[in-house]
């Protein structure tokens, strides 16, 4: 028999979950699976107290797999799904379900904006993307996670600490339409701050859970650059609608981004699409066009990796000096080309039923 996904499916769908004994495929621990010119791969998601008792079940699945004609690789990764920290308090009584990725209540989707590399946009991107959903008259909240370089507060112009009046619940704060957590709300702009991996997740978790975000039909969430713990934390504790990843169009840059896709791919975070950042240099003062970076490798890489492209964002002065100022270039400058680039991927996102 060769491999094909039908054909992988139905053989993973024999082999029995030792502990729940229903096969792998039902009890939904096969995650992320490509089948594509002979190499098969999926993710085999786990209770990390587990994991001895499923190396067999691994192994059985590899070898089963290895079996089938024209098969080249067979990559099983175990992911441990950390045992789940107190769930949160849905109110009513209700506690959420302590496994797997959970809706945050009263937040219709949640999207993830990602990139390889620091310094692409990202931030950028995200608070005028915010605002821009907002001026289509979205309910917008933003969630910087950037844990390593949180610039949220300071480009969306807010500053002070988020009040807790029950010592619980936590009050987002909120300018341009946007309601907005982060980080760098509970830590002085100054303080380097060395996050453990621990402390990280509670932090992200606690800003998920405890941060009365109120009605949202968006809730974009700024992730750090990279492939790193808080990007495995988010797709598996929360139900992300989608990533959004940014890149410049230089090589560099996309070697990093394809890198990010890949990993949604494995964590079977959905991708939106990509943006193109810093895609075309337009002088402030004779409004000459550069490519400074290139230009199009996005889109280049986009249809390689059948991902969507969402468009490109111009590299002009005005973006970085709206966003030091506090009000991002779609709300300082709203009739700007530069702004308006920015609110045709927003209109596009929503035209696809992204937003
Ligand atoms: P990241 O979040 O990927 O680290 P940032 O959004 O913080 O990147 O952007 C890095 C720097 O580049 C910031 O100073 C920002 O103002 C600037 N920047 C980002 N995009 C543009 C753009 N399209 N044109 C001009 N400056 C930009």
Redesign the pocket.
Known sequence: MSATREVVLDILGNIIDPISNKDIVTAGMVRALTVADGAIRFVLEIDPARSKAMEPVQQQAQQELEALDGVTSVSVVMTAHSAAPAPPDLGAGKKAEPTGPQKIPGIDRIIAVA?G???????????NLAAALAAEGRKVGLLDA?VY?P?QPR?LGISGRPSSPDGTTILPLRNHGVTLMSIGLMTREDEAVVWRGPMLMGALQQMMSQVQWGALDILIV?LP?GTGDVQMTLAQKAEVTGVVV?STPQDVALIDARKALDMFDKLGTPVIGMIE???THICSQCGHEEHVFGHGGVTAEAEKLNAPFMGE?????????A??GGAPIVVSKPNSK?AQAFRTIARKMIDDGHA
Do not use: E, F, W, Y
């Open positions: 990139s590399k620091g310094g692409v946009g990202k931030s950028t991107v995200s608070a950037d370089g610039s480009m700024d650059p940014v950042n810093m895609s964002i111009p590299l002009h002065i005005d973006i970085r000096l966003s030091d530069q």
